[in-house]
């Protein structure tokens, strides 16, 4: 998937700050998290600026499908796996110790507890993440002789 915008911002040789507008099209992506509301408003991503586009080139930048969803996979489906696997399992480990209405609360006290050290662990490896670039959308082409988006 490309996405066309400027460059607003080059914070080092590598790597740049890329305004696009999110349209309807991409709104259930989740790759530009932080724009919440409106299906087609102005979002700021970090890229990979390897080509070494300035502040104001209209630039287009891929995002690649694949990464996309394994970076959707580990933010919410290992939180989520966590969060199930420590409610059920610690559901039928208690079984027999706790009795009555706490099981569930207590289970449910567990899955959180393991779904917050799960949130830890990405949080650990966020600075690793963003080294690699691997889930970072990239400037493929500097856009010289198109115009830009209507709107923008």
Known sequence: MDQRGYIVEVMDDKTAKFQMR???????????????????????????NSIGSQVGDYVEVSMEHINVMRALGILYGLPLTALVAGTVGSYYALGSVVAGHLLEVYSFGIGLLVTGIVYGLIRLKDESFKKSKKYMPTVTRILEDLKPIPGF
């Not at 992506?29 to 102005?42: L, N, P, T, V, Y």
């Open 22 to 48: 999110r349209m309807s099209a991409c709104a259930s992506c989740g790759k530009c998290i932080g724009a919440a509301k409106s299906e087609s408003m102005d979002i700021i991503v970090e890229v990979d």
